[in-house]
T-cell receptor, first 113, second 113 residues
Framework: GAGVSQSPSNKVTEKGKDVELRCDPI?????LYWYRQSLGQGLEFLIY????????KSGLPSDRFSAERTGGSVSTLTIQRTQQEDSAVYLC???????????FGPGTRLTVL | AQSVSQHNHHVILSEAASLELGCNYS??????LFWYVQYPGQHLQLLLK??????LVKGIKGFEAEFIKSKFSFNLRKPSVQWSDTAEYFC???????????FGQGTTLQVKP
């Protein structure tokens, strides 16, 4: 079946602009996670959704970062007023339930100039 | 706070050599443990996982890992590596409350033909 998909695959933006990253989880998966992969910090958790609610937002690095999930499916991660330190690969993962194996998408490579 | 430590950052082996990558975690409660692999240009894929039961788990492509609770370890092994095993390997542990993954810093494996 189809895996987790993410768009765009690459995004180049200027400092100060807002960006939106999209994640389409595997159909039927109730749990959705966002992570960030960068050279200096490795793989970091950002936010967890169960259905449309986000019981764990503890990994969001600042209030410039927000995310939502609608219809228990698609999720959007928004970064406002981007900074150069936001440059990273943003990964989305989904699982059937929160304790199950997570399946990762290909990621969105964000470059902030 | 939970953390995962991978002892080897960069490993270089010749084909047919045996592999062992170390992973230790710090968490006293119930854990689920994972090894993920990222081949060049590809997204994260699950190699194997431990939830409960037999502490010796077998994964894809001949990989296995042993959970030793007393040592808080989950080392990855393969008896004979191939050039196609060249990749980055990540150990991860879940916080069972949310299922979010805490990753180690990763080990880059280079297998020389």
């Amino acid at each position: 079946g189809a895996g987790v998909s993410q768009s765009p695959s690459n995004k180049v933006t200027e400092k100060g602009k807002d960006v939106e990253l999209r994640c389409d989880p595997i159909s039927g998966h109730t749990a959705l996670y966002w992570y960030r992969q960068s050279l200096g910090q490795g793989l970091e958790f950002l936010i967890y959704f169960q259905g449309n609610s986000a019981p764990d937002k503890s990994g969001l690095p600042s209030d410039r970062f927000s995310a939502e999930r609608t219809g228990g499916s698609v999720s959007t991660l928004t970064i406002q007023r981007t900074q150069q330190e936001d440059s990273a690969v943003y990964l989305c993962a989904s699982s059937f339930q929160r304790k199950d194996t997570q399946y990762f998408g290909p990621g969105t490579r964000l470059t902030v100039l | 706070a939970q953390s995962v430590s991978q002892h080897n950052h960069h490993v270089i082996l010749s084909e047919a050599a045996s592999l062992e990558l170390g992973c230790n975690y710090s968490y006293g409660g119930t854990v689920n443990l994972f090894w993920y692999v990222q081949y060049p240009g590809q997204h994260l894929q699950l190699l194997l996982k431990y939830f409960s039961g037999d502490p010796l788990v077998k994964g894809i492509k001949g990989f296995e890992a042993e959970f030793i609770k007393s040592k808080f370890s989950f080392n990855l092994r393969k008896p004979s590596v191939q050039w196609s095993d060249t990749a980055e390997y990540f150990c991860a542990v879940t916080n069972s409350n949310t299922g979010k993954l805490i990753f180690g810093q990763g080990t880059t494996l280079q297998v020389k033909p």
